[in-house]
């Protein structure tokens, strides 16, 4: 379940990432969720604070979340690939809910989960996504001028 490389955060993300897959997939309850992987035995590596604050922050904003997400995506967000939705979904939410993360860590680290769980381009359309959202919720991301 968690990673066992990278730094506490980054493992945090790709836990809540699964966890929030396997909650689209399923509907399960985010508690049985998060318990699941509290019993693994990476889970000490893990940030847990930020694990939690994705795993149930999603959820919990999802309407917002996808509503940011649809004017920039190419289709419905229902016919997303569920890994792609899931990372976007988490992109989304750290744009708009953890400005105190930068926007250029941000779309690495879900860039990143996509090369490692999506298909083999989507990467790129992760890329793209966050990239325009960054620029529609991050000041910072705008170009000068």
């Known amino acids: 379940m968690a990673a066992s490389t990278g730094n506490p955060r980054s493992r945090a993300r790709r836990a809540a990432m699964q966890g929030i897959y396997q909650w689209q997939m399923t509907a399960e309850a985010l508690e049985i969720i998060a318990a699941q992987f509290r019993e693994d035995k990476s889970w000490r590596r893990i940030d847990e604070e930020f694990f939690a604050a994705h795993l149930f922050g999603v959820p919990t904003n999802v309407a917002s979340l996808d509503a940011h997400l649809q004017p920039i995506l190419d289709r419905p967000i229902a016919q997303l690939d569920p890994v792609e939705r ?60």
């Open 86 to 145: 899931a990372i976007l979904r988490m992109g989304a939410f750290e744009l708009t809910h953890r400005e105190d993360i930068p926007w250029r860590v941000v779309i690495n680290e879900y860039v990143e989960l996509a090369r490692e769980f999506g298909a083999e381009q989507s990467y790129k359309y992760v890329n793209g996504i966050l990239d325009k959202l960054a620029r529609r919720t991050r000041n910072e991301a705008r170009p000068a001028g």
